[in-house]
């Protein structure tokens, strides 16, 4: 497993408003994406975020989802994660979409795994608290064999993306 965090993990997660689930769309979208905001940035009044925000406390939960919709496009049009001709309904459907994964994800309990577990954990990894195996030895009877890259979960495929090879090569020579 590359930087995964176990499906167990999201078993039972509290349903979202459409206007939350957005606001978890847009933060997503702009780590995945690796764009940087400028931080004199005017984003939209309506979203209630101040220049230099973080993303962590953006908020469109006042918002009816449209509207919302209408704010992260003109947003991510500004700081160039959607492109000028993004159609208004294809952003409905990469959200529509994003929203049914995480959903989804809820609802999924998984079986346990009887075997080992490599798991290549990025170091900034955040949100599993203390739990180092990033939730599977909750489904995992094996053992969980944990090997730290530099990076987090967005970068670790991309920038730090040598540092896994790395820890890789050791593995398979093994």
Known sequence: MIDAVSAASWFGEQQWSDTEMLGLFAVAMVYLHDVDIPADLDLPQALGVPPGF??????????????????????????????????????????????ANRVSLSF???ETYGGDLHLFRARGQAGMGDDPT??????VTGQIHIFDCPGDHYTILREEVEGLAVQLRELLRG
């Open 54 to 99: 973080d993303l962590s406390t953006l908020d469109v939960s006042g918002l009816s989802l449209d509207d919302a919709l209408a704010a992260a496009l003109d947003l991510g049009r500004q700081v160039g994660l959607l492109p000028p001709g993004l159609a208004p309904e294809e952003l409905r459907r990469i959200f529509e979409r994003f929203r």
């Open 134 to 139: 990033l939730g599977w030895s909750r489904l």
């Open 108 to 110: 999924y309990q998984p």
